[in-house]
């Protein structure tokens, strides 16, 4: 067989000993056709980089990167760039590793979701025993990348690690309650940087854990009001209510003011070296609005649409009031 996944034809080829030797026949296939080829034909393509991207969930890791990064310059003085790569890698690992950990435990259960279905080990491109030891390799060389910044930041990682897969994985099959343990783990990357620099854990970091913790709530209860049918498949419990309805949307609607009042914390200076400008409070509030708009959206409408824009402008919100806090740091504040 003679495939190309980027070009228009595919053919089908095979080979024939005659009288005068070796003949080979070649047939084109028909675009119906090319829809039924097999699984196997279509990852001729992937390649180890790309299941390790898939096995680590490579762009939720440097998100979470991204944000262990901003909150180191928010605390930093001066910017030492070895401690910075040491926090980006250490922190990429323990991400990754999290995310292997996971898909091992749910290897069998992504087999039932479309949407996970084809990742590494529930298609049989990567073996459990080579995840679980990917795992285990970046677990240990993240902690120690941490460590090296200083005990903290590798102990707040080590937690990170271990209520993400001992507590909160097993128990997205249990409970609803699932996401609001998920929510600890996930919230430790913006405060994480801040402790990398400083050594220290206080009133900033915490405020910086704060606001990420409350705005997991909307973020993911929009993924899982997107994927709720997907999820029930595999029995997965992460509506609040259970439901996609008026509830679950009152509740995102509730998290959401209370993201958006921590956001703005730092404007009142009683939150340490932590604080913000009358302009960084403005741009700040103006993204936690356009987010709150959407949530309040949902609540109206309680269609996937708008689930969709909701997590749209979450992502974007996140990533925009981490910029703002570091801006105004150092444009307004000049340090």
Avoid at 97 to 123: C, G, H, W, Y
Avoid at 143 to 172: E, H
């Amino acid at each position: 067989m003679i495939y190309n996944p980027k070009a228009t034809s595919v053919f089908l080829s095979s080979k024939s000993m005659g009288k005068e030797g070796i003949s080979l026949k070649v047939r084109y296939l028909y675009p119906v056709e090319r829809m039924n080829m097999s699984a196997e034909a279509a990852a001729i393509n992937i390649t180890w980089l790309d299941d390790f991207k898939a096995i680590t969930k490579m762009r939720l890791a440097l998100s979470v990167v991204f944000s262990s990064i901003a909150g180191y310059f928010l605390a930093a003085d001066t910017i030492n760039y070895i401690d910075l790569a040491l926090l980006a890698a250490g922190g990429y690992c323990l991400v990754g590793a999290s995310n292997a950990f996971n898909q091992v435990i749910e290897k069998d259960l992504d087999a039932l979701m479309q949407r996970t279905k084809n990742r590494p080990l529930p298609s049989g491109r990567m073996l459990p025993f080579k995840a679980l030891g990917l795992a285990i390799g970046m677990t240990i060389l993240g902690l120690i990348l941490l460590y090296l910044l200083n005990w903290r930041t590798a102990f707040f990682g080590s937690i990170s690690i271990f209520l993400y897969v001992a507590l909160y994985t097993p128990l997205k099959t249990r409970t609803p309650l699932a996401v609001f343990v998920g929510a600890f783990p996930g919230a430790i990357p913006f405060m994480l940087g801040w402790v990398a620099y400083t050594n220290y854990f206080g009133i900033e970091p915490g405020v910086l854990f704060m606001l990420q913790f409350f705005w997991q709530f909307p973020h993911f209860w929009a993924i899982a009001w997107m994927l709720d049918d997907d999820y029930k498949k595999a029995g997965f419990k992460m509506l609040p209510t259970g439901k996609k309805d008026q509830g679950t949307a009152f509740q995102i609607v509730v998290y959401t003011l209370w993201m958006l009042l921590i956001s703005l914390l730092p404007f009142t200076h009683y939150t340490g070296a932590l604080y913000l400008s009358l302009y960084g409070a403005i741009a700040v509030s103006i993204v936690g609005l356009i987010m709150l708009y959407f949530a309040g959206d949902l609540m109206r409408k309680r269609d996937d649409q708008s689930a969709r824009r909701l997590m749209l402008s979450s992502v974007f919100y996140i990533s925009a009031v981490q910029l703002i806090y570091v801006m105004d740091k150092f444009l307004v504040y000049g340090n």
